[in-house]
């Protein structure tokens, strides 16, 4: 007897339909095989489904049963055919039928309940892609699996549960997305930008970075609060809208990033991998490609802090995403392709010690550890980065007493406004072009869409001089104050507005 | 290229101030082009090794208005305080002169090659008692120092600590008999309590480029234009200026103080930077004073 049942199978972020079919002999010896490319996980699969089985209460049929996963050319990964092969294997021996048009989806535990499976959301897509109406998960994923609208997402506890309703002798309602109740106004910031103190400018580098979406670098002592400022970054970048979240969400589910009962990101994520990170996971990799931390951080912050920490090989890796927002890994089986728009903060110390500048203490380092340091700290990653800020460690006793005065520093909710404003002037800017904000802009965009004035022309050239620009850093310049004048909604680039760009340019210290 | 000899001290065109110590080099190795008026008025300039932004734009101030003066600027071509002074001399279009700690044929520190080789171009000297590419040691330091105290008639202590070799030259150049000026600094800085205490033991306060070029029977020729006196572009920002002309500050800070954002205090400050009316060092803005007062 053979029973087919329509299950999924991921490579990266796309899917493809895998039949898994069930046969039971009623000849030849009880053995019980996985065949199609199963790895490791899917191999294993056999004993979970065994023992859920008996101890759901069923008798396992002593007979010889084969399990094929097709197309048999295609790797398989994942516990989640657990459920399409106990389903398989139940509709024979419990005598029911698997309707039609019906996905199955979850990975069983020995007791025969069903686990959180990463994936929950890729697989939802996928069924709706292929107009199947019913998808069967587990409980814990339905919650993911029902930000899909339009296809009916059954949560399973127990195997007992899914025989009983396929016997009609109980009924199992299919979820409804807890996610439409919550709205996309209520996210909580984490770090707000009124509960830092002092700092002014590199807050004003981080709004600048949010509206334009450029890339920064903050130098400053230890304890200076370059960790703080940049997590309160994705608090005043604009929200994400439906398509956004779903980007970030499908990501999260196929790295199983998303907790039990999880549903649909509605925050901007915020990824801080430490420096003893390997490229693959920075980037992503693996023999079945896994998204890396850049990928985490789609649509978010991706901080490293003690940039110049990181090994060389591992901060390279870094520059294609940065330029492109995706990366394809390409290995021999398979090559995925993974998004990675993110703002990049990296974070350093300005010298071996930390302390040279600092007003409080004294820098032990020489000369050359200093400028061997500063080496480490440049090359082809740092061209990507337009802003540069110092983060000096803040002075309470000054701060306190300036602050007497002057009004408590501006809410991360008060800033989005701005830059979300900036935002919207940019995407009606490049309208007709494939970037959205003004830090994708490469040379071509820059010359048709950027018109200088003599007088600001004058006072860049004059900057370039005094300050030795390189032709690159005259280029970032123009980007930032295009930026900043989009902040201040002006459709022209004043002096003004190029005279605070440079503020942010790179190598001073 | 780079020509390399060596005067006895017999010779008529060994430096006469070297001359009259207790224990001058028997003979004295110099690279580049010998010239003995090199020598006839000098200033030796010393510091520490780790200057702050104050005793850089300080250097850069003093050294600029005495070399522009035509006085020979003598140090030791260490990192810090000395480099600044040979780089000073050099932009100034005067002369300097580098007495090396090591070898006269070799670069100490190796990475402020490029600077060697255009003092050596601008018709200045390295000079050293010793020979060959001998390394530097813990001896020859102090030892060097000797000879930039006895080399001027006066020695400018910018920056100091409570034990540093600035103060050993400084020993040697009252030994010597020598003029001593030391720039006072903030007495929370480290670098500055060896000067605070050469000013307390006698030494001559510095606090404009006057007070050394009267020594030298001069005056400073430039008169800076002052800060204020140009009203037209820079009145919106006059009040950076004003702020600064109390101490030097960061941006933060100087926005609190004038209670404007940020973003505007930026702006106003980059124009005032690239009219050179502020300099940066260090994190902080200083107001520019040019040579006139430090």
């Not at chain 2, 020695?155 to 540093?164: C, F, N, P, T, Y």
Request: hydrophobic share 35%.
């Amino acid at each position: 007897m053979l029973i087919k049942v329509t299950s999924v199978s991921f490579s990266g972020l796309s899917t493809i339909k895998i039949d898994v079919e069930v046969n039971i002999a009623e000849r030849g010896l009880p053995t019980f095989d996985i065949i199609g490319l199963p790895n490791k996980a899917v191999a294993e699969s056999k004993e979970r489904v065994r023992t859920a089985l008996i101890n759901t209460g069923i008798s396992f049929p002593m007979r010889k049963i084969t399990v094929n996963l097709a197309p048999g050319d295609v790797p398989k990964d994942g516990a989640f055919y657990d459920l399409p092969i106990a389903a398989g294997i139940l509709s024979e021996t419990e005598c029911f039928e698997i309707p039609g048009s019906t996905l199955f989806f979850g990975e069983l535990s020995l007791d025969g309940s069903l686990r959180h499976t990463k994936g929950a959301l890729l697989a939802a897509l996928f069924a709706k892609e292929q107009k199947i109406k019913k998808i069967f998960v587990p409980d814990e994923s339905a919650n993911e699996a029902t930000v899909v609208g339009g296809i009916e997402v059954y949560p399973v506890k127990t195997l007992r549960q899914l025989i009983s309703y396929f016997k009609s002798e109980t009924a199992i309602f299919p979820a409804h997305s807890e996610s439409s109740t919550e709205k996309r106004e209520h996210i909580r910031v984490e770090f707000d930008m009124s509960e830092i103190m002092g700092q002014e400018q590199a807050k004003r580098a981080l709004e600048i970075a949010a509206a334009g979406g450029h890339n920064l670098l903050m130098t400053g002592s230890p304890g200076a609060g370059k960790t703080m400022l940049a997590r309160a970054l994705p608090g005043i970048l604009p929200l994400l809208n439906d398509e956004e979240s779903l980007e970030v969400t499908k990501i999260y589910s196929s790295s199983g990033n998303i907790p039990p009962g999880g549903s649909l990101i509605r925050s901007r994520p915020f990824r801080s991998p430490h420096h003893i990170i390997s490229q693959a996971g920075l980037v992503g990799g693996g023999s079945h490609p896994q998204p890396g931390e850049i990928s985490l951080a789609h649509r978010g912050v991706l901080f490293l802090d003690e940039f110049n920490e990181f090994p060389r090989s591992v901060i390279e890796a870094l520059r294609q995403p940065v330029e492109d927002g995706r990366l394809t890994i390409s290995r021999s089986l398979e090559r995925v392709t993974y998004p990675s728009r993110f703002i990049l903060v990296a974070a350093a110390n300005p010298c071996p010690c930390g302390y040279l500048n600092d007003s409080t203490k004294e820098c032990t380092c020489t000369r050359k550890e200093i400028s061997r340091y500063r080496k480490k700290l440049s090359g082809p990653i740092l061209d990507r980065i337009d802003l540069h800020v110092e983060v000096p460690v803040v002075d309470i006793k000054k701060l306190a007493e300036s602050l007497k005065g002057p009004p408590r520093p501006e809410s991360s909710e008060k800033i989005r406004e701005r830059i979300t404003s900036a935002r919207e002037i940019q995407k009606k800017r490049f309208s007709g072009e494939e970037i959205h904000t003004n830090s994708e802009m490469k040379n071509r965009l820059i010359r048709k869409y950027i018109k200088l004035d003599n007088e600001s022309r004058a006072l860049l050239l004059h900057a370039s001089k005094s300050f030795s620009l390189s032709a690159r850093s005259y280029l970032k310049i123009i980007k930032i104050s295009r930026t900043i004048a989009d902040l201040a909604e002006s459709e022209k680039i004043k002096t003004e507005h190029i005279a605070e760009a440079l503020q942010y340019r790179p190598g001073i210290a | 290229m780079m020509k390399a000899g060596c005067i006895d001290i017999k010779s008529s065109e060994y430096p006469p101030l070297l001359k009259m110590i207790s224990d001058p080099p028997e003979k004295l190795y110099f690279r580049g082009n010998w010239d003995p008026g090199i020598f006839t008025e000098t200033l030796s300039v010393v510091g520490s090794r780790k200057n702050t932004g104050y005793g850089q734009i300080i250097t850069e101030n003093l050294v600029s208005a005495v070399s522009v003066s035509g006085i020979t600027v003598v140090s030791g071509f260490m990192y810090g305080t000395d480099a600044a002074a040979h780089q000073t001399a050099v932009d100034s279009g005067g002369k300097t002169v580098a007495v090396m700690p090591c070898g006269i044929m070799r670069i100490h520190p190796e990475h402020q090659e490029s600077l060697y080789r255009k003092m050596l171009l601008k018709n200045s000297i390295a000079i050293s008692e010793y020979e060959g590419d001998m390394q530097p040691a813990r001896w020859t330091f102090p030892r060097r120092n000797r000879i930039i105290a006895a080399l001027s008639p006066a020695l400018l202590v910018i920056e100091a600590g409570i034990k540093s070799g600035a103060l050993i030259t400084a020993n040697y150049a009252k030994k010597y008999e020598r003029r001593i000026f030391a720039v006072p600094g903030p007495l929370t800085s480290s670098v500055s309590l060896g000067t605070a205490d050469l000013i307390k033991k006698g030494a001559y306060i510095v606090t404009c480029a006057d007070d050394i070029l009267g020594f030298y029977g001069r005056f400073y020729p430039f008169t800076n234009p002052d800060a204020f006196s140009e009203k037209d572009e820079y009145s919106k920002s006059d009040y950076v200026l004003k702020i600064l002309s109390e101490e030097a500050l960061s941006i933060d800070e100087i926005a609190r103080k004038a209670l404007k954002p940020v973003s505007e205090t930026g702006s106003d400050i980059t124009k005032l930077l690239i009219g050179n009316k502020v300099i940066q060092k260090g994190g902080l803005y200083y107001l520019n004073r040019g040579g006139k007062r430090c």
